[in-house]
């Protein structure tokens, strides 16, 4: 079972940056992916970023050159860095780690609590 816990969130002006934290807690080995998903108010849960255990990423096209997806192995813990925030970033922000299970396409998926995020002027 693995545990994740997202810090961070906040109220902030347009323009403005935040650092969204996901603390990693249980069994970690094994997981391939990490992520960071976003569900704005009245609207289907999204992707925004995600890392791979080789530090691939993957950004959506919305927030491309704005935000960084980082990890830091040693501390357990994923970030997600935001900048040049706009409203419609508005959202709470999920983290989300996946294990694969071999063989196949099957994996284990586990989900944070989950951070608000809201950008205002």
């Known amino acids: 079972q693995v545990r994740l816990v997202e810090f961070g969130g906040g109220l902030v002006h347009p323009g403005e940056s935040l650092r969204l934290s996901c603390e990693a807690s249980?069994?970690?080995?094994?997981?391939?992916?990490w992520g960071w998903y976003r569900q704005p108010p009245g609207k289907q849960r999204e992707l925004v970023a995600t890392i791979t255990s080789g530090e691939g990423t993957n950004y959506a096209d919305s927030v491309k050159e704005r935000f960084t997806i980082s990890r830091d192995s040693a501390k357990n813990t994923v970030y997600l860095q935001m900048n040049s925030l706009k409203p419609e970033d508005t959202a709470v922000y999920y983290c989300?780690?996946?294990?694969?299970?071999?063989?196949?396409?099957?994996?284990?998926?586990?989900w944070g609590q989950g951070t608000q995020v809201t950008v205002s002027s």
């Open positions: 989300k780690a996946e294990r694969p299970i071999p063989p196949g396409p099957r994996k284990v998926e586990y």
């Open positions: 249980g069994t970690i080995i094994g997981i391939r992916t």
